[in-house]
């Protein structure tokens, strides 16, 4: 889902270094799990805690439980995992650019379980207020309608956005029938919280000719929910 991650360095983690690690904690909906970070992420410690939860990633100190950073998942790019082995990508505000973090643990099963989990509860709360196939039709008629005012075109959008969600591929058809990059831009970054799939948004983001333009979607994201706007 998207290009440009930095990849950390694979830590050489034992097959003892794992079984040493403390057995997962639940507590509602909160999951927390033991890892052996890598890369940067090492830099924090040797032993952190990744805490999953409704508000997204979190990763912890291990011994206060003290946050060291918090990821929503609206900001979160996408996740893997292999054997013993889990990562997430997300956009770094600092860097400009989709950063990867990876840990080494056990209990993958269970985490991607419970992030399932999450996940569909969040999408099962965003369908409620989806848009209708037949207001989504017309919302399409009046941006080609609007062509050449782009102001127009955007005060709509965001009627549209404050009224409904949308499913990632409704939001590539909105962007791919305004005219500019900059006014793509502007209706990606407004369409990105109202989406009831967000972990698809990297394929709205395709519609961007070019990497740069796709991080500054992102820059923008951050930059407006650390100032408290609702994007």
């Known amino acids: 889902m998207g290009s440009g991650a930095s990849k950390p360095a694979v830590r050489e983690v034992t097959p003892e270094a794992l ?5 997962p904690k639940v507590t509602g909906d909160v999951v927390l799990l033991s890892m052996l970070p890598e890369g940067e992420l090492q830099k924090k410690g040797d032993l952190l805690l990744l805490e999953v939860g409704p508000i997204g990633f979190r990763i912890l100190k291990a011994g206060t439980q003290d946050p060291i950073y918090l990821f929503p998942w609206g900001q979160v790019h996408s996740w893997a995992h292999g054997t013993n082995r889990f990562s997430f990508r997300f956009f770094d ?22 992030i399932a989990k999450i996940i569909d509860t969040i999408l099962a709360e965003r369908r409620k207020s989806a848009i209708s ?20 075109q955007l005060d709509r ?10 499913m990632s591929g409704q939001a590539q058809k909105v962007l ?15 369409l990105h919280s109202r989406l009831i799939d967000q972990n698809h948004f990297s394929t709205v983001l395709d519609v961007l000719e070019c990497q740069a333009d796709r991080d ?3 820059h923008r994201i951050t930059t407006m929910k650390r100032g408290g706007i609702r994007t």
């Open 157 to 166: 959008i965001v009627t549209a956005a404050n009224a409904h969600t949308f």
């Open 216 to 218: 500054n979607v992102w």
């Open 176 to 190: 791919k029938i305004l005219q500019t990059t900059f006014d793509q831009i502007e209706a990606a970054t407004v």
């Open 19 to 23: 079984a040493a690690l403390p057995a």
């Open 133 to 152: 196939d037949d207001d989504f039709n017309s919302l399409l008629e009046e941006l080609n309608e609007m062509k050449g005012d782009a102001a127009r």
């Open 93 to 114: 505000d600092n860097k400009h650019t989709i950063v990867q973090h990876a840990m080494a643990m056990n209990n993958i099963d269970l985490l991607l379980e419970h």
